[in-house]
């Protein structure tokens, strides 16, 4: 990926840096949602001699120290650093790469074309993730919240008509299957039946795309007992019940954004959602 000026994360605080073990220490806690594996170098070791592809363009122990840099950028919020620094070593680094690139072109890109072809950049590293370790859940993970925000970007009826639905379930459910823990997927798996129901309808959701209420409900409150301290979630779960049941559950919706809006954030993406659910209250 050739330079580019990204924009700066706009509440840089000292907290969001994990220098040094700090950021093994709070590893648990920052990953509760992706159930991402700490890159320490016995298990990016076992990744390489399972799947070859993935063996970086430098001796290892440089590559686990590249990897740890590219996440203290992305918690601290400095995206576009740890898209590029993620890159260097490869598909390696596809992961935080992908969610820093997804995290940028939902609340940083002014530009909906740069927002939408990071997303579709996204999904294609992620497939190529996807073929050579089939395994890692978050190659699944990010490919399908890549494609869901991308068919929210150009509108939920183009999606469908791109047969893009498809491969958003397809990639959440192996996300889940691989990782049933992943609360982040279920979250986006709760938006998926909840975005397809108030596109087409219950019954032409269920028949055609296999959505339902129930589903999106019952996974929302799964992320929900997988992470309690995530604000997005909240905020999903606050938009899928206004997409599905209108004004009938408008209360606890208002209640899951005032939730969401109290959430302690713990990095700066955390911080965005935090963020985000405060201006939808003042509006």
């Not at 047969?163 to 192996?174: F, I, Q, T, W």
């Not at 939730?259 to 003042?282: G, K, V, W």
Request: aromatic share 8%; net charge neutral; glycine share 6%.
């Amino acid at each position: 990926m050739a330079r580019v000026r990204w924009k700066a994360f706009p509440y840089p605080d000292t907290a969001y840096e994990f220098a040094g073990v700090a950021l093994r220490n709070h590893w648990p806690r920052l990953h509760r949602g992706d159930c991402e594996p700490f890159p320490d170098e016995a298990h990016l070791g076992k990744l390489v001699a399972a799947h070859r592809e993935l063996e970086p363009p430098m001796p290892l122990a440089k590559a686990v120290s590249r990897l740890r840099d590219a996440w203290r950028a992305y918690h601290r919020g400095d995206f576009g650093g740890a898209i590029e620094e993620g890159l260097t070593i490869g598909p390696l680094g596809y992961n935080v790469a992908n969610k820093a690139s997804n995290i940028y072109a939902t609340y940083l890109a002014s530009d909906p074309d740069n927002a939408q072809a990071l997303f579709k950049e996204t999904a294609r590293r992620a497939e190529e993730l996807q073929a050579c370790a089939p395994r890692l859940p978050n190659a699944w993970y990010l490919h399908g919240q890549a494609l869901g925000r991308y068919s929210q970007a150009i509108s939920i009826a183009a999606a469908l008509a791109q047969g893009l639905a498809g491969k958003v379930r397809s990639s959440l459910d192996r996300a889940i299957a691989l990782e049933p823990h992943h609360a982040d997927a279920h979250i986006a798996l709760g938006a998926y039946h909840a975005e397809i129901i108030n596109k087409v309808g219950a019954l032409i959701g269920s028949l055609t795309y296999g959505a339902s209420r129930d589903a999106a409900i019952k996974n929302f409150e799964i992320s929900l007992k997988l992470n309690p301290d995530s604000a997005i979630a909240r905020i999903e779960y606050a938009n899928a019940l206004a997409a599905m049941f209108s004004r009938s559950r408008a209360a606890e919706a208002t209640r899951l954004r005032e939730a969401a809006a109290a959430c302690e954030p713990a990095d700066a993406m955390e911080r965005l959602d935090m963020e985000l659910a405060q201006s939808s209250m003042r509006r």
